[in-house]
């Protein structure tokens, strides 16, 4: 390190680094191929390469119950792993519009290389329906890494799962990867020997659960504890039974996946006995869709009051916020910006475009100013 | 007033107010049903198109690497035009016209594509999208008609310099796409005084400009020669003349888009007031068709269809085709001239107009035609009186 200090301080003027082969190399190549990138070729022919936007192609779709099913997938070359319990946030394009949505991670690393997501069909769930129902092997889908802090602590220790529906799906990938299933049954890992794990699972009613069966092969197999409750033989679970449902409860830490509702219940529930909770919740509440609302614009912070029938860009205006037009009648396109939340309806069809922060690519949902108006409250990145 | 080329009767003097405002629900119903069915299938489309069009280009610069042996020239030099006129046209014009935000697909979206054409895509959208489409046909407004450098209509008042414009045009013709990089900065009224060349925002775009046509030059007459060894030359030549290639095809679709005989112009102050129905009908009056083979529609970017283009330019390109039976019908319904005709009959028409309006009226007077003052009033002005 001295010595590097020591060669700079000495040189006169310090050079620019030398470009190795390889950067000259790619200059050469994007200098051959602009406008466009080397890389706009190359996924032509290997879009999981290394270097590559991540991606994945779908290898296998194969149903769970009536109305979920588990999408494996082999993701891009560059796909750096993850840790049970995590999520991936995936791109698909349902009808030609692309769509992202964040979804649990259901196996540990698998050797295979593969990742795969179990997917419940929700009605109206543009993406998990298609899931479900219509993807097909073969189907290239985006992706991005791993995320997410709702993973099983290393090194062992007592533990209550709480799941409710489809939160039963990071659970299942920390199950699994402490209780891996081969031809012969459940193995038995030593790693395994350090956990002792209780999970109450809640769904309205018995074959609507998702992965019943694994949780039931590994109570039967005396690796778990599998307290089930159907909302429609139990009647809803009251936080308060938990006690009753699990007699230590008061030497377990809990992980709760599910909705905001029992989350939210259970978080009061454990704060008043001091029990820790780690919670993880997908769905952002649901979108309001009404007429008008308020627009806030995250780079000037201003917020406009729009009706229902003023174009975006013309309240704007009217509020001194600079905004980027054109035509102002639909055509040019000229005054584009992404919608990174809430809902706009287009004043020439009434079609309506949402945008849920975590469902979108980049920095919102690309809409047109001069033919929308709020439908609700909306922000808008500029 | 709408001006009227060669007429003696307005082709629209027997609307009524009620018949102009019907035309709009109708084709925004129209649109409606594009929109209603666009899904998959249209993003299969356009990805493919893609795909193809990329493939094609590198089997054809690879061809070109050996170019000196002449077949390899002719395969390469045909394949490479080709590619760059898809690229251009079905893909590029369409993509920065919004035609597939509704994919969402960032990689194919009007905000980030950049085209293998001299003019940077945020000027040429600016220029194309919101003048031209915008102001369709209006002179003095709209830059495509005639580029500022020519006569297009017989109000304008001539001048000699005009006698030269059958050269002018095909000189930009040959050299198309800076003349359109040309006329997205508005050299002309730009380089005019001392206070406009060094507006600030005018040498920002300069230096785009100059930097995209410095980049796409050192592609095709450096790189790909250099990287062809001793065919450098061949080359260097292969890649030109797709260059020109590329520029003839498209300044020609393009001339045919709006300059044949039948298509009007329309005067700065008629379009105030516009309504949706009468935004709608100039379209119809100041565009016209090609007709032709399944070939010759991709080749044009759909651009055949410019009427249907110009009726709804942010529909996908591959669905002009399935509509305009509908639009030729409410044409028909409402005794309005639907203007098309083939590729060599519509070149040659406006190529007639260049060469007639290269001179001053009534030099070539051949008795059909009206005079300029016998005109009648704009139909859309009355309508936005009404
Ligand atoms: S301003 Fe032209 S599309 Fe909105």
């Not at chain 1, 350090?194 to 694994?214: C, G, L, Q, R, T």
């Not at chain 1, 919740?281 to 609302?293: I, M, N």
């Not at chain 2, 888009?257 to 309504?275: K, M, Q, W």
Request: net charge negative.
């Amino acid at each position: 390190m001295s010595l590097t200090g020591l060669s700079k301080i000495s040189s006169p003027s310090p050079r620019a680094p030398r470009p190795t082969l390889r950067g000259r190399l790619l200059q050469l190549a994007e200098r051959a191929t602009s406008p466009l990138l080397p890389a706009d070729y190359l996924d032509l022919f290997d879009p999981l390469r290394p270097g590559a936007d991540l991606r994945g192609r779908i290898v296998e779709v194969h149903p769970e119950t009536a109305d979920a099913a588990t999408v494996v997938i082999r993701p891009g070359a560059d796909w750096a792993g993850h840790v049970p319990g995590q999520y991936v946030r995936i791109g698909v394009d349902v009808d030609g519009v692309r769509q992202w949505r964040a979804y649990s991670l259901t196996h540990g690393p698998r050797a295979d290389g593969n990742i795969s997501i179990t997917v419940k069909a929700v009605p109206d769930g543009l993406v998990s329906t298609h899931l479900v129902r219509g993807s097909r092997p073969g189907t290239l889908v985006h992706l991005e890494q791993a995320q997410g802090e709702f993973v099983l602590p290393t090194g062992g220790g007592k533990f209550l799962f709480v799941t409710a529906g489809s939160g039963v799906t990071p659970v299942i990938g920390m199950l699994r990867n402490l209780f891996p299933v081969a031809d012969s049954g459940v193995v038995r890992l030593p790693r395994a020997t350090a956990y002792d794990i209780v999970v109450v699972h809640v769904a309205p009613s018995e074959p609507h659960s998702i992965f019943i069966d694994n949780l039931r092969a590994l109570d039967a197999a005396g690796l778990i504890r599998l307290v089930a409750r159907y909302d429609d033989e139990h009647g809803v679970l009251d936080v308060d039974d938990l006690e009753t449902l699990v007699p230590d409860l008061d030497e377990r830490a809990t992980l709760a996946c599910g909705p905001g509702g029992l989350l939210d219940a259970l978080q009061a529930h454990h704060d008043s006995r001091g029990l820790a909770l780690l919670t993880e919740q997908f769905r952002a509440s649901t979108l309001v869709v009404g007429e008008g609302g308020t627009v806030a614009f995250t780079g000037s912070g201003t917020t406009v009051d729009a009706d229902g029938a003023t174009p975006i860009l013309d309240a704007a205006e009217a509020a001194g916020v600079l905004m980027p037009s054109g035509c102002r009648m639909g055509i040019c396109f000229g005054c584009v910006l992404p919608l990174r939340e809430g809902a706009v309806r287009d004043l020439r069809t009434g079609e309506v475009t949402t945008a849920t922060p975590g469902e979108t690519e980049g920095r919102g949902v690309p809409v047109q100013t001069c033919i929308s108006a709020a439908a609700g409250a909306c922000v808008i990145d500029h | 007033m709408t001006v009227l080329q060669k007429k003696t009767h307005n082709p629209i003097g027997h609307l009524t107010p009620e018949d102009i405002e019907q035309i709009g629900v109708e084709l925004d119903a129209i649109r409606q049903s594009v929109i209603d069915t666009r899904g998959a299938a249209d993003a299969a489309y356009i990805r493919k198109v893609i795909a193809t069009q990329r493939k094609l280009e590198l089997g054809s610069r690879a061809v070109l690497l050996v170019s000196m042996f002449p077949p390899a020239w002719v395969v390469g030099t045909a394949g490479l035009a080709v590619a760059k006129i898809i690229e251009n046209m079905e893909i590029g014009h369409n993509v920065m016209h919004g035609q597939w935000d509704w994919m969402r697909d960032p990689k194919i979206h009007s905000t980030t594509w950049e085209w293998d054409n001299a003019s940077p895509s945020e000027q040429w959208k600016h220029s194309h999208n919101e003048l031209h489409h915008t102001y369709t046909n209006v002179i003095g407004k709209d830059n495509d008609l005639g580029y500022g450098i020519m006569r297009v209509d017989e109000d304008q008042r001539w001048v000699p310099l005009y006698a030269a414009q059958p050269l002018w045009n095909f000189v930009n013709a040959c050299f198309f796409e800076y003349g359109i990089a040309a006329y997205d900065l508005e050299l002309g009224k730009n380089l005019a005084t001392k206070e406009r060349r060094q507006d600030p925002d005018f040498r920002a775009r300069a230096t785009v400009t100059l930097k995209k046509i410095r980049n796409q030059m050192t592609k095709d007459y450096v790189i790909h020669p250099l990287l062809s060894g001793p065919s450098f030359l061949s080359t260097l030549g292969a890649n030109a003349t797709a260059n020109l290639i590329r520029n003839l095809w498209t300044h020609s679709v393009i001339m045919c888009g709006h300059f044949p005989e039948g298509v009007e112009t329309f005067e700065r102050r008629s379009i105030v007031g516009e309504t949706r129905g009468e935004w709608y009908l100039r379209q119809m009056l100041g565009s016209a068709n090609i007709s032709g083979s399944k070939a010759m529609h991709f080749m044009t970017g759909n651009l055949s269809f410019q009427i249907e283009h110009h009726l709804f330019p942010d529909l996908p390109s591959n669905r002009y085709q399935e509509i305009a039976p509908q639009v030729q019908d409410l044409f028909r319904r409402y005794g309005l001239t639907y203007t098309t005709g083939s590729l060599p009959r519509q070149v040659a028409s406006a190529w007639k107009k260049v060469f007639r309006l290269s001179l001053p009226n009534g030099a070539l007077r051949r008795g059909r035609g009206a005079t300029v003052t016998d005109l009648p009033t704009a139909p859309a002005r009355e309508h936005a009186a009404a």
